[in-house]
T-cell receptor, first 118, second 118 residues
Framework: DTAVSQTPKYLVTQMGNDKSIKCEQN?????MYWYKQDSKKFLKIMFS???????INETVPNRFSPKSPDKAHLNLHINSLELGDSAVYFC?????????????????FGEGSWLTVV | AQKVTQAQTEISVVEKEDVTLDCVYE???????LFWYKQPPSGELVFLIR??????QNEISGRYSWNFQKSTSSFNFTITASQVVDSAVYFC???????????????FGTGTRLTIIP
């Protein structure tokens, strides 16, 4: 079973379209994330959700809207796609620790969704 | 601000040679976590190791070993007896101090592309 799964894996679309990427995790984790990897392989966080609540929103254009219907799912909707949105989008998840919150959690990534805007 | 530097952009070694990937980090936090991830040509991000700032013991896992030196803010990764399957991009990452659930985010280095020549 894939722990963190994303669909679609590949997406080619025209500028101006609206598209969604879906993510599901079956690890029972409480926190989910979206990361973006650009053409130079640079990885940067976009959003994080904890139990369906938005926690991190890193200066991402309003055209990007994450939605978490439940803590096992975190979808990414992108409006009015632009050429610069072409990237690999990674979903990830981690488990909250109920003791000793100073300890960092391992973040597990999905296989990535390759978005190409033409 | 958090920063992770992987000065080696690309490394090529002949199979069976040992290779060390460097990682230097900057943080003002006294408590933090360091990670290594592997991104093979297929594109997924594979978790390799997590190390907390209080534990400076070196770790060995099979052909992989990690050297954490707090005094030099480095967390280097060594592969011994390299194999062609080790060819990938390797990312070092640093997690920020966690004050709230879901507030954990990874700051990634720019990655080192490792090519093992058969």
């Amino acid at each position: 079973d894939t722990a963190v799964s994303q669909t679609p894996k590949y997406l080619v679309t025209q500028m101006g379209n609206d598209k969604s990427i879906k993510c599901e995790q079956n690890l029972g984790h409480d926190t989910m994330y979206w990361y973006k990897q650009d053409s130079k392989k640079f990885l940067k966080i976009m959003f994080s959700y904890n139990n369906k609540e938005l926690i991190i929103n890193e200066t991402v254009p309003n055209r990007f809207s994450p939605k978490s219907p439940d803590k096992a799912h975190l979808n990414l909707h992108i409006n009015s796609l632009e050429l610069g949105d072409s990237a690999v989008y990674f979903c990830a998840s981690s488990q909250d620790l109920t003791t000793d919150r100073i300890i960092g959690n391992t973040i597990y990534f999905g296989e990535g969704s390759w978005l190409t805007v033409v | 601000a958090q920063k992770v530097t992987q000065a080696q952009t690309e490394i090529s070694v002949v199979e069976k040679e040992d290779v060390t990937l460097d990682c230097v980090y900057e943080t003002r936090d006294t408590t933090y976590y360091l990670f290594w991830y592997k991104q093979p040509p297929s594109g997924e991000l594979v978790f390799l190791i997590r190390r907390n700032s209080f534990d400076e013991q070196n770790e060995i896992s099979g052909r992989y070993s990690w050297n954490f030196q707090k005094s030099t803010s480095s967390f280097n990764f060594t592969i011994t007896a390299s194999q062609v399957v080790d060819s990938a991009v390797y990312f070092c990452a640093l997690s920020e101090d966690i004050s709230n659930f879901g507030n954990e985010k990874l700051t990634f280095g720019t990655g080192t592309r490792l090519t093992i020549i058969p």
